[in-house]
């Protein structure tokens, strides 16, 4: 590991002068300074602005222990520079996984030390700016004057150029799998009702010019910019709310709810038609507060990530830069692993993942379920889980995840039941000490799930007891899930608490070297860097709403630029059979063609990757998974060749350990002609070259399981013209010889 | 144990027809019928009404899943009588530790199946009538119609014959440590404001006319009626609120935050002046629901005590008898505790919790304790804590309670800090390994110290380790501190969930064989039958207060009729130097008399009693404190002599184990004179008297601490005459010859 630190303190007088920082190659551009005693900043990119001057501070709520310290004098105005602080820093560090083996930190850093003479606080506005974005978080060090204070709402702006387009979700406190939405910022309000998941179990819009990070915009002259969020410890994750020219309007309709900062309102505090501001909107407590926090803190890092060149927004690393190094001292237990699972059926809704059907709800304590009656449909049973073992056993698959496994499912969901599982203890028909013997003797590894129901206080009652079983039974990762509301009620999935929580969870599961998959929790923010257990998130729309009335075409194309900014997604990629109709009641579909689903095994990062389908539709496909079993889930190198929001990614990626490539390519409803030229191989090498491609007249819907395999040998330099169906995708493997 | 059970089942016509049940001897009846579909009841005593008809009834709240079985129709109305099943019941049962070896619990029942037929739910309601007075309950049947279900509100009236008198405390969420106020019921209303205790760190009230239960009354006719719950388990606490004249003025006022039921108005339901109706109000959670419930499950206990001899308000078992049978099976390790502590010395202000002022605030993980500047006036330390070992050992005390022990108390409370304590990291000052050896080395043991500053996530994290900790180093019992407002935010001390809380740290103490005393914790509801291992709690304005400013001269003599109909308080009596400034700069003083404090260790029932003073004290008053050294803590027999609310009690108890007897007296303001037959003793047997009273002159103002030691032998039917001096009282040992 290289670092290089110099750093550069200049006391320079108060004035409001603008203070500039520049990325080490210059194209970023960030000018600090305060407006009228706000601090302030704007970014620009190669010359041209990215976000035009924003105000940035937090308000502060009224505790009625405020005589202790806990004023509500807001940090928004009032500031003087007292120091600012400029340095470079570059180093190269490893991660434990990740696309690629080395990943370069080389930023340009300016802290501004800002002090408000009135309460004699002091906050810290740090910057690092990237030659592909930026990220700035507010520093609050520990002072007489700042002890403990309560966050009303944190109001950083982010003032766009433009109208530009966006691919968006709406805000929402609690979820994060919608559809996307592809409009200009004007058409967000417009489109923002039917944007929300009204279906889904706990739905908490807050506004309807709110939309989550991380958000992906277009600017109208070809500039990508992505605002999200980067270390969010300790801090209730944020959302956007687009201030534009009704917002003033909305805020009375909405009865006082405002999220536009008006306590003493200026006239650049209402905004021009034709002008689009972001503004951050943190989600809320139980008690509407967004946070409590106690100095030395910080928030967050905000990120502002742009270029000309949308591949860019790909290949940054500068979410999981701007997040602390590792903080396990021994990772060696952490690996990349491809699974398969009792899971796709249940989904389906073929199997269940309950046991018995017999009584109208259950008390864990108060059920025998030895004699219970069992419904026939449970899938988590003994001879379907070896089934399973049998298959990963002789696909090369490290893991075998088993939903349903413990008792509970009979009523988990949306009943406000506290109690709602224990995580120790199985149905009768799944023999746990059997299962993972016979696993174990194959080679393979069952994966635990702990589905928590939301109900977090009792999933933290048994979490020691849950991964004490796991390490009995040699369990070494666990795909955990937040359906529901949040118990204890008024919580949100994205708040202070919960991200607590989430973080508490990977921690203890550290210490019993247990690899943490958590599904509807927060969406991530680059802390797989400093807790590479966290081996994956759901925290978007995956691929069981396949099952559920389906995805559109482009929505894998999307998600890289959008959900995979914070960390790697379980989208549970791989069902070859796009038609669920052929072996179940679900009249569901698909929207990708078979090979498209190949693709995405290397367009969609993760080193988590599930082979998802049922066994048996793999084994009527056997050539086609043939590509399933070869495709690497760790990377030395990883090189986006070409790249378009919601129309098609091609990526190529290197084999960690070895010489071998894989490169995939997926593409929207429109299809897509990728012309690959393979200067990446290494020179005078050959290699053995497999091609899995739409077959000419595929489509999502219409063919989608038409593919050719093609077998040639390629060396670099060579070119491959890949046509990719509408839906539809390609995958290769390059083998070197 | 006998137990005698007979059941009568009547399956009548499903008529408004009136059922009675009347209590074993006939003097308290109660009738149950439906007034135009609404549950309703009335009770009298010896023929004179108690109870004016009363509606019986829940309001269920719309959940966002209504569609799958959570529905809001109210249990309120609608009914009709599908059966009544009536029976008797009479065992006498031996609790772990209390007032008495053995405990007769006879009763009649009446169980009333109500079903909707609109909504084919259906509901009992169960009755048990004695003959000190009723409990009732809702028992909510597993069925499909009624699965789960959210409470908006339980509302159970208690209407009132008249303008009583009673002794009440504003209703509160959060505390109940106020002054209780004695006012008519119609001056509720007025006295409001002035009752809540401002100054508590967390008050939550609700309405100008809510009381806490449990809450004494005495009728114009001197009838003693009292109304509180028993077995609080998986519900809110409930508090009353007054419906009077101004109520539905005052609904208006509040803006909507209704307590009267009115969906569907009746001039019945507006009461016209001169009614005094209580109406149930329950803790609601951070969302303003009040319950999440799952059939089968059913309501605490409401109950209503009741006759014209006050002594019979402090001798009934009515609420230990509703509650469970014991559920531990081994409870040998459970024993009534004499102790002392580091603690008073703190509570006066003359020394800390604290170990240093070196830090703004405190995160316990970025602490170097060991390097940190001791303040000089922390307490736990080894010196002291030996000094208090030493004490203890040379006057038979049992444990020492060490306050401040641990890291984590320079910034506790009201910060709204989360990770607050660890519970098991000692300030380097205190040698936990150390000082435990040198206890146990001369038969005393330490008792723990848990303040959670209501960080209940924080708590139950470290809760394993927390007795794990405990059971390591030789420690049975826990006091545990819930001040401040309760994190997660918006939650309740008094909540379904705080409650379940509760119950969870004394399940899980119980199987680590560790005692709990939870201060600042719901208030008690008999649950100690169940779980004998909650030797105490304290839950309203204990000693401390004395500290504070003072209580009046009657608190002590009103807390047995209030406060301990539930179970018994930590109240940490035996402060024999009344004046606090003659050894710190407190100016406050105890309201008792010195003899005061010694009778308390008799009137206060509690298993865990405290000698609360400094040992220097002790030692300057040794022949006083003589009492404390002999006063037992378990008792095989308790006889209330003389007793008025807030007037005088008078009750001699019996040591467990021997033939000993004590006899306490306590009084107000006014003073008492107590004339005593010894009819209690046994006949022809000698006893060793030794009268500790007030002098002539003594007065708890301005002469508390003159006191009159006297020494005789008395055997059956002698006669005492003791003058109690205002705030003063009397205390006896009687030994056996």
Redesign the interface.
């Known amino acids: 590991m290289k670092r290089i630190i110099f750093a550069l303190i200049t006391l320079l007088p108060l004035l409001a002068m603008a203070h500039e920082v520049k990325s080490p190659n210059g194209n970023v551009v960030v000018n600090f300074y305060l407006d009228s005693s706000r601090p302030t900043y704007e970014m620009t990119y190669k010359g041209r602005a990215v976000v035009k001057p924003s105000h940035l501070g937090l308000e502060l709520a009224k505790?009625k222990?405020a005589s202790?310290g806990?004023g509500e004098t807001h940090l928004m105005d009032g500031f003087v520079i007292k120091d600012v602080v400029t340095s470079s820093f570059d180093e190269t560090w490893q991660p434990v996984w990740g696309e690629n083996s080395d990943i370069r930190n080389c930023y340009n850093e300016l802290a501004a030390t800002l002090r408000q003479p009135s309460t004699e606080r002091e906050i810290i506005i740090r910057f690092r700016v990237y030659d592909d974005g930026i990220g700035f978080r507010y520093e609050f060090p520990?002072?007489?004057a700042l002890?403990?204070f309560?966050i009303k709402d944190e109001r950083t702006e982010f003032a766009m150029t433009g109208d530009h387009t966006a691919w968006w979700l709406p805000g929402d406190y609690d979820t994060q799998e919608q559809v996307t939405q592809q409009t200009r910022l004007s058409e967000i309000r417009g489109r923002h009702k039917q944007a929300v998941n009204w279906g889904n179990?706990s739905v908490a819009v807050f506004s309807e010019t709110g939309v989550q990070t991380s958000l992906q915009m277009k600017s109208d002259d070809g500039l990508y910019i992505n605002i999200h969020e980067a270390a969010c410890v300790d801090y209730a994750t944020m959302h956007l709310e687009l201030v534009d020219a009704q917002t003033t309007h909305l805020t009375q309709k909405l009865g006082g709810n405002s999220n536009v900062y008006t306590p003493d309102p200026q006239p650049s505090d209402f905004p021009l038609p034709g002008v689009f501001t972001f503004v951050s909107h943190l989600t809320p407590?139980?008690?509407g507060?967004k946070g409590?926090m106690?100095?030395p803190c910080k928030s967050p890092w905000r990120t502002v990530m742009v270029s000309d060149d949308a591949r860019d927004m790909l290949s940054s690393n500068l979410i999981l830069n701007l997040n602390e190094p590792c903080a396990l001292d021994d990772t060696s237990w952490i690996h990349p692993t491809k699974y398969c699972g009792v899971w796709w059926e249940m989904i389906v809704g073929k199997s269940a993942w309950n046991y018995t059907d017999e009584?109208?709800?259950i008390?864990l304590d108060q059920i025998d379920w030895a004699t219970a009656k069992r419904n026939g449909r449970h899938a988590a049973n003994n001879d379907k889980v070896k089934r399973y073992i049998d298959f990963a056993a002789k696909n090369g698959l490290d893991q075998v995840l088993v939903e349903g496994w413990n008792v509970g499912w009979e009523?988990w969901a949306?009943?406000?039941?506290?109690d709602v599982f224990d995580f120790v203890t199985p149905y009768p028909d799944f023999d746990i000490a059997m299962l993972n013997e016979y696993a174990h003797s194959k080679g393979v590894k069952l994966m635990m799930h702990h589905e928590t129901s939301s109900s977090v206080?009792n999933y933290?009652?048994h979490m020691?007891d849950a991964y004490n079983l796991m390490n009995r039974y040699g369990y070494d990762a666990v795909k955990s899930g937040y359906v529901g509301d949040i118990i204890?009620?008024?919580?949100h999935h994205f708040s202070q608490?919960m991200n607590?929580h989430y973080l508490?969870c990977v921690k203890q599961a550290a210490k019993h070297h247990i690899m943490v998959n958590a599904h509807e929790a927060v969406r991530p923010t680059g802390l797989c860097r400093t807790y590479p257990n966290m081996v994956g998130n759901e925290s978007a729309r995956g691929q069981e709403y396949e099952a559920f009335g389906g995805s559109n075409p482009d929505h894998t194309v999307i998600l890289p630029f959008t959900r995979l900014q914070g960390g790697p997604m379980d989208y549970t990629p791989g069902v070859l059979e796009t038609q669920l109709s052929t072996w179940s009641d679900n009249p569901s579909w698909v929207r990708t063609t078979l090979v498209g689903q190949l693709a995405l095994y290397v367009t969609l990062y993760s080193p988590l990757q599930m082979a998802a389908d049922l066994p048996e539709n793999y084994e009527r496909f056997d050539d086609a998974f043939q590509f399933i079993r070869d495709v690497a889930v760790d990377w030395s190198k990883s090189i986006y060749l070409e790249a378009e929001p919601a129309d098609y990614i091609t990526v190529a990626r290197k084999a960690k350990g070895t010489d071998n490539w894989f490169v995939g390519g997926k593409c929207d409803e429109n299809g897509h002609t990728a012309e690959l030229k393979l200067d990446f191989l290494d020179k005078g090498r050959k290699y053995e070259c497999v091609i899995y491609a739409d077959a000419k007249n595929a489509h999502y819907e219409f063919n989608p399981k038409a593919y050719v395999i093609t077998r040639k040998t390629v060396k670099q330099g060579d070119k491959l013209k890949l046509k990719e169906a509408p839906g539809g995708g390609f995958a290769i493997s390059l083998k070197a010889l």
């Open positions: 505790d222990h202790k806990m520990q002072q007489e002890n403990y309560l179990s407590d139980a008690t507060l409590a106690q100095t009584f109208p709800s008390k009523d949306n009943m406000w039941k506290a206080m933290e009652r020691e204890p009620r008024g919580d608490s607590n508490y």
